[in-house]
């Protein structure tokens, strides 16, 4: 018997107080969750698309936060 590990991609988002949020690469596109969420923001067509929509749910005036594969 085999098992088959998927491997989804994640990205960490670091703000200048640490973790903000995350992009997982999934069957739905590019699913963003804010940190301390109970659920996904919303799933995106595009990793550009999903990385403004992650800042665009920081604080406002906040700097665009690094994105990090883990």
């Known amino acids: 018997m085999s098992t088959t590990e998927t491997h989804h991609p994640l ?7 640490g973790v903000v949020g995350s992009i ?9 969750t804010m940190a301390g969420a109970d659920a ?3 799933s995106y067509p595009s990793m550009e698309i999903a990385k403004s ?8 005036g ?7 594969e883990h």
Do not use: I, N
């Open 24 to 32: 997982r690469k999934d069957e739905a596109g590019y699913t963003v």
């Open 62 to 68: 906040s700097d665009w936060p690094e994105f990090r």
């Open 11 to 17: 990205w960490v988002a670091y703000g200048r107080s």
């Open 53 to 60: 929509a992650l800042h665009a749910r920081m604080t406002p």
């Open 40 to 42: 996904p923001a919303g």
